[in-house]
């Protein structure tokens, strides 16, 4: 069954398996060296309000490499700093005709009151404090795809900060969506019943030794306030974290996916990080070929390129 090209990509909230696969199918092909044709030239503008250097850099590689001219942008140096509303920034860019906004920022659903706007500028999210991320999401999707070839009963363990993540929002939505089997560990202070639907809290120790993915997230030091002066990266590794002991009891064939950045020594051992089981910087490459996707596909609803390009994909 079709899906309909969306003017904007904000969430993987109501994103169907067609159009996951269909996501997958035309990254793939562009990793394999597809190419598409701009209508006519495209302008994009990369407004991050919070630090990236995965996303960022990978929207502006994705960007430029589908032909997109990409206008700088720094908060820092924007008249944010003057006072000026997210609303007013970015219909200010679509004024002097920009097509398409990737926006990073701390607040929650920042993006609801844009699309109320029916703006003709795209709207796509980059993150929003820690509520979605939707284009980890879908690269952590072609991630396992690729590996696994299916989703269906494939167990997807989810450890670590979980309550300050939008990785793990985004995920088990989708893994759950798509057939797949979540469980989630780590500390009790930050796991509570709004995961529950998803899946069962366990022991890292249970989830490491069952789980064909080990999922594992950052602890997001920023946004920790008064629980930062107790933290203690050393205790956290040892009863939370990927060690070698435990990366010794994984399953044969299973998979370490990490969103990125890594702490190293916190969520995993260093000399894991780029071990055999080791998917993360797998991850960041697939993550510009999705971007590019994701892009593309909004390109296509507003009518920049042609569907019969992507022949072949749906």
Known sequence: MAFKYQHDLVTVADMSETEVLHKIKLAQLFKAGKRITLNRPVYAMNLFFENSTRTHTSFDMAERRLGMQVLQFDANASSVTKGETLEDTVKTIQAIGVDLA??????????????????????????????????????????????????????????GDLNHSRVARSNMELLTRLGAKVAFAGPNQWYDDKFAKYGAHLTVDEVVQDSDVVMLLRVQKERLGDELNDFDEGKYHQKYGLTKERYATMKENSIIMHPAPVNRGVEIDSNLVESDKSRIFKQMENGMYMRMVILTDVMVAKGIINKTDLLGVD
Do not use: C, W
């Not at 029916?118 to 952590?140: E, M, R």
């Open 102 to 159: 990737v926006i990073r920022h701390s607040e929650n659903e920042y993006y609801n009151d844009l699309l109320k706007q029916n703006l003709d500028i795209s709207i796509v999210n980059a993150g929003d404090g820690s509520g979605q991320h939707p284009s980890q999401s879908l690269l952590d999707m072609m991630t396992i795809y690729e590996e696994f070839g299916t989703f269906k009963d494939i167990k997807v363990s989810i450890i």
